[in-house]
Nanobody, 121 residues
Framework: QVQLVESGGGLVQAGGVLRLSCAAS????????MGWFRQAPGKEPEFVST????????YYADSVKGRFTSSRDNAKNTVYLQMNSLNPEDTAVYFC??????????????WGQGTQVTVSS
C-alpha cells in the first residue's frame, strides 16, 4: 500500500513556473513507477509523464515535452514535476500515481488527492 500527497499547486501567470511534489508513505515507493496525470473540468484524465522506479527513465506527453521535467528522490520517497513555460491549457488538477511504467490510468493503482494548477493568461 502506498499513500500519496501532492503539493505545490497554485495560481501562476502564463510563462511562469511551478514545481509539484508528491510525497509517498510506505517502504515500497522505490519499487513503483510514478506517473503524473491531470484533469481539466469536464475532461478525461490526461497522461502527463511517468518516471521509472529507479528514476533512470522518463516519458512525457507531447503536450508537455520540453517544458515539464519529472524527477524523484527515493531516499525522500518523493517525486517531483517541474513545470516551466506554463500556459492556460495546462490548467487542471494534477495527480501523482504509483504503479507500473505506462501512460494508461489503469496501470496505476495508487493515487493522490490532486493539487490544483491554474495558469492565467
Amino acid at each position: 500500500q502506498v499513500q500519496l500527497v501532492e503539493s505545490g499547486g497554485g495560481l501562476v501567470q502564463a510563462g511562469g513556473v511551478l514545481r509539484l511534489s508528491c510525497a509517498a508513505s510506505g517502504r515500497t515507493f522505490s519499487t513503483y513507477a510514478m506517473g503524473w496525470f491531470r484533469q481539466a473540468p469536464g475532461k478525461e484524465p490526461e497522461f502527463v509523464s511517468t518516471i521509472s522506479a529507479s528514476g533512470d527513465s522518463t516519458y512525457y506527453a507531447d503536450s508537455v515535452k520540453g517544458r515539464f521535467t519529472s524527477s524523484r528522490d527515493n531516499a525522500k520517497n518523493t517525486v517531483y514535476l517541474q513545470m516551466n513555460s506554463l500556459n492556460p491549457e495546462d490548467t487542471a488538477v494534477y495527480f501523482c500515481a504509483a504503479g507500473t511504467w505506462s501512460r494508461d490510468v489503469g496501470a496505476y493503482p495508487y493515487w493522490g488527492q490532486g493539487t490544483q494548477v491554474t495558469v492565467s493568461s
